[in-house]
């Protein structure tokens, strides 16, 4: 098994497989782990939710920037809703990555409950002109 230091982790090659019979012919099917592999960077997923949020972050300032300069209400709004569609898949990402990390133990579900609320309130604090934005993150 890999774990990484996120406490995300993935299944890797067996050693070996229950040998015990229920029926004739019939193994029970539990592979066993004699080692786990441990990573000292983050998960694939983690990087991509970390690039999908600094392009958030990225957006967020340039509405900001548009706001004060004026006369680019459409492009505002249309950034706007490329902001919904990034925020909702970096919750998914996270969820996902929170549902992995917590089926591991309660050390992994410790820090993954933590990334979740730490990702929540990270939205609630995008600016955006659209109301039905704001709104959602409340």
């Known amino acids: 098994?890999?774990?990484?230091?996120?406490?995300?982790?993935?299944?890797?090659?067996?050693?070996?497989?229950?040998?015990?019979?229920?029926?004739?012919?019939?193994?029970?099917?539990?592979?066993?782990?004699?080692?786990?592999?441990?990573?000292?960077?983050?998960?694939?997923?983690?990087h991509d939710t970390e690039k999908k949020q600094r392009r958030l972050d990225k957006m967020a300032r340039d509405v900001e920037r548009w706001q004060r300069e004026g006369n680019r209400r459409a492009t505002i709004e249309r950034t706007c809703g490329e902001m919904r569609e990034v925020a909702d898949q970096i919750y998914r990402m996270r969820e996902e990555h929170f549902q992995r990390t917590s089926s591991l133990g309660q050390a992994g579900m410790v820090a993954g409950r933590s990334a979740l609320l730490a990702s929540r309130a990270a939205q609630r604090g995008v600016p955006c002109v659209c109301a039905e934005e704001a709104k959602r993150y409340e």
């Open 1 to 46: 098994m890999t774990l990484w230091s996120c406490g995300f982790w993935r299944w890797g090659h067996f050693r070996q497989q229950c040998n015990k019979e229920y029926r004739m012919g019939e193994t029970c099917g539990l592979k066993l782990v004699y080692d786990t592999k441990r990573e000292t960077d983050v998960c694939k997923l983690c």
